[in-house]
């Protein structure tokens, strides 16, 4: 197979962007506990529902962003943040959405696990496997038109049992849309392990049976990622029809925010740590002389400015009004 | 007919308070215990003990054969039960939230509500699926609504809601022993889930023996004169707050809590306004072509001499959003029904 090799500025680029996702979510999970202790109860503090975060699973999102351009639509599922943050959501409106102000993307409507940016044109839904077969249209759009542009989907290992998982990749292959759908395998689906949903242990043979291309990618890797996606992206461009890569991956956190994970195998458990891909990424960087710690000094603090501002400008952000909650229903 | 059940017969006994969620448990558990035929199997239902807190314990009696974590699969699973119902199995199957129902209605509507129908009788569905529903947390556009009447609408399903832990022991009971698919749907705020806010007066007394609720029977949870507040699951306990206050400005509520949606216990609904000559229904789903219309619409066709016109304070026709402003704003609560039964008991209503 055809080697594909990320350049220096790509790589820093996927470091950095990891690192400002991880710091995201950390502001985020300090956010989401404030007022839930000592007891937790999901409707209270300034950012109350459910959360998600997507700590170790960083490597699947910027190895797929960095090869996606303003005209590439991408939809996502429940842990989403990752991809928005590498696809380039306005931080400072996705800030808001998440905290409920009326200058977040849908006007707080939508919540954490409904962001979407028409500008760049980013998609998620909150019902599993059900973000795939818009991305399939959006692909569809894209051929019809005649303009550049492909669609990808994201999903989760546990959402590849969904019926619509199986109808879209089919219609893909079938239509030959520029569509690539990307499986984040971190192994589990709220306290379900992949063995137990999933007959077979990886989903890339899943491939043949719809007659594409598909590949699995261990290790958790950004490096290896971006090989994977960009050849399924050329492919797709050069309208060569769909793909489907799974990326081996790690949910460092629970299920949602509040899982204490009672169900994990203690040896899991204990893993967990090691696997995380942040650190080893930046100690790969260091180690080739890329990244020095005068280049990571100035990398945290930008992105500790691009974070304070998002945050700051979320949180002086009005709540809409409640009556707000009659518009839009209809164009 | 009896409306009122609650005050079944049992032994003397020290009185024992559960949430809805433990006696969901207590429920299954004991109906396993009899009947062989029973399984269970949905979603993170095992060794995590269902996200509701109301399987906990099941897998470790019942092993992994009667208590099954099913794939994110909602058509294979719901379906299945359907099929395994058909030759002699007792499924309950679980899908976490109702809004997920969307990606199987097909088994719903078509396959277990026909059943029994379209096979002149022959094919038997006796299953019971298990449900959570309502917002009021934030949790936005696909994880909060109730859909009750969406599937009261469908012919062939029975619903039932309950707004304590003595009703919803009581009324799975009755479900697990029906012949027919039972929809059991369980408010988030009312079970017992800490995590999610807990409305104290769902935690009641519960038997530790087996009993049934009967499907299709109302209760009357307080008798009254003035007015009848109609109200189901989260509502009820909104609809006795308010009557407490109305009582304080001298109006006397009557509240009735459905319990069972389809059936519909007309009886005690038409019994209840022909005495109050008025009536709110309160209903925390959509608002268009609902539950509440339909409550007004059976008073209305029978000519029940009124004081005041049938009303009704339902969500209005939005998805639910996710700033805590605007949900509250779309949320039923106890002020507004303090304030609507006050316009119908003045004459102010417009
Ligand atoms: C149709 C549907 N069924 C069930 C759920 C509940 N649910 C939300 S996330 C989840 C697990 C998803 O697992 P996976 O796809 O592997 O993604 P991960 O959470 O591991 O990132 C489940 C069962 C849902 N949102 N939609």
Redesign the pocket.
């Known amino acids: 197979m055809e080697r594909l090799v990320p350049t220096a500025t790509q790589r820093l680029w996927m470091y950095e962007t990891m690192a400002k996702i991880r710091l995201y979510e950390a502001r985020i999970a300090e956010a989401y506990m404030e007022g839930k202790r000592p007891l937790f109860n999901m409707a209270k503090g300034p950012l109350p529902g459910e959360m998600?975060l997507c700590d170790g699973q960083e490597p699947c999102a910027v190895g797929l962003s960095v090869h996606l351009g303003a005209e590439d639509y991408l939809s996502c599922?429940?842990?989403s943040h990752a991809q928005a943050i590498a696809k380039g959501v306005d931080l400072r409106r996705m800030t808001a959405e998440i905290f409920g102000r009326s200058a977040g993307l849908s006007g707080g409507r939508g919540g954490h696990m409904h962001l979407f940016d028409f500008d760049k044109l980013f998609w998620t839904s909150?019902?599993?496997?059900?973000n795939m077969a818009p991305a399939a249209g959006a692909a569809l759009a894209r051929k019809l038109n005649g303009e550049a542009g492909i669609a990808v989907a994201c999903?989760?290992?546990?959402?590849v049992n969904?019926g619509a998982f199986h109808e879209v990749m089919n219609l893909a292959a079938v239509w030959k849309l520029p569509f690539l759908c990307i499986i984040?395998d971190?192994g589990?689906?709220?306290s379900v392990p992949k063995h137990a949903s999933t007959a077979v242990p990886e989903n890339h043979v899943r491939a043949a049976a719809y007659g594409m291309s598909g590949e699995y990618v261990a290790g958790n890797d950004p490096d290896r990622v971006f090989e994977a996606v960009g050849r399924a992206v050329a492919r797709a461009r050069a309208g060569e029809g769909p793909s489907l890569i799974e990326i081996q991956t790690t949910?460092l956190q629970g299920?949602f925010m509040g899982d204490t994970e009672g169900y994990l195998p203690p040896d899991e458990r204990a893993a967990k740590a090691a696997l995380d891909p942040l650190p080893r990424y930046r100690e790969r960087l260091v180690s080739e002389g890329l990244l020095s710690a005068d280049l990571e000094a100035t990398i945290d603090t930008r992105i500790r400015r691009e974070l304070d501002d998002a945050f700051e400008f979320a949180l002086a952000a009005p709540e809409p009004e409640g009556a707000a909650a009659l518009e839009t229903l209809f164009a | 007919m009896n409306s009122s059940v609650t005050s079944a017969p049992w032994r003397n006994r020290v009185e024992r308070k559960l949430t809805i969620a433990k006696a969901i448990n207590e429920a299954i558990a004991q109906e396993m215990r009899i009947d062989p035929r029973v399984f269970l199997m949905g979603?993170?239902i095992g060794a995590i003990g269902g996200i509701w807190g109301h399987t906990g314990g099941l897998l470790d009696e019942f092993g992994a054969e009667r208590v099954r974590d099913t794939p994110?699969s909602?058509t294979a699973f719901i379906g299945a039960a359907v099929g395994a119902a058909n030759l002699g199995l007792r499924p309950i199957v679980e899908?976490?939230?109702v809004d997920?129902f969307g990606?199987c209605m097909d088994a719903i509507y078509n396959l277990a509500a026909k059943s029994s129908y379209h096979s002149n009788g022959r094919f038997k569905a006796p299953m019971v699926i298990l449900t959570a529903i309502g917002g009021g947390y934030s949790d936005s556009t696909q994880h909060s609504q109730c859909l009750y009447a969406t599937f009261a609408h469908l012919p062939g399903l029975k619903i039932v809601l309950p707004s304590n832990a003595y009703d919803a022991k009581g009324l799975l009971t009755a479900a697990m022993r029906d012949d027919n698919p039972v929809l059991f749907m369980f408010h988030k705020n009312l079970q017992g889930m800490g995590f999610l806010g807990t409305v104290k007066t769902a935690i009641t007394d519960v038997p530790d023996d087996g009993y049934e609720v009967p499907i299709g029977v109302a209760n009357i949870v307080r008798p009254g004169r003035d007015v009848t507040l109609v109200g189901l699951g989260a509502t009820v306990h909104q609809a006795m707050e308010a009557a407490g206050r109305l009582s304080q400005q001298g109006v006397d509520a009557e509240v009735i809590d459905l319990r069972t949606i389809v059936p519909l216990d007309r009886n005690a609904i038409v019994r209840s306004v022909t005495k109050t000559g008025r009536m709110l229904v309160i209903d925390d789903d959509y608002r268009n072509c609902g539950l509440a219309g339909e409550i007004i619409a059976t008073v209305a066709e029978l000519g029940v001499p009124l004081r005041a016109p049938l009303r009704r304070l339902t969500y209005p026709d939005i998805p639910t959003p996710f700033a805590r402003s605007m949900e509250q704003f779309a949320l039923p609560n106890a002020d507004r029904i303090v304030d609507e039964a006050l316009n119908l008991v003045t004459g102010a209503a417009k």
């Not at chain 1, 999903?155 to 959402?159: F, L, N, T």
């Open positions: 998600h599922h429940h842990r909150g019902i599993i496997g059900q999903i989760g290992e546990g959402a969904q984040e971190n589990w689906a709220v949910r299920h | 979603e993170d994110i909602e899908l976490m939230f997920f990606v």
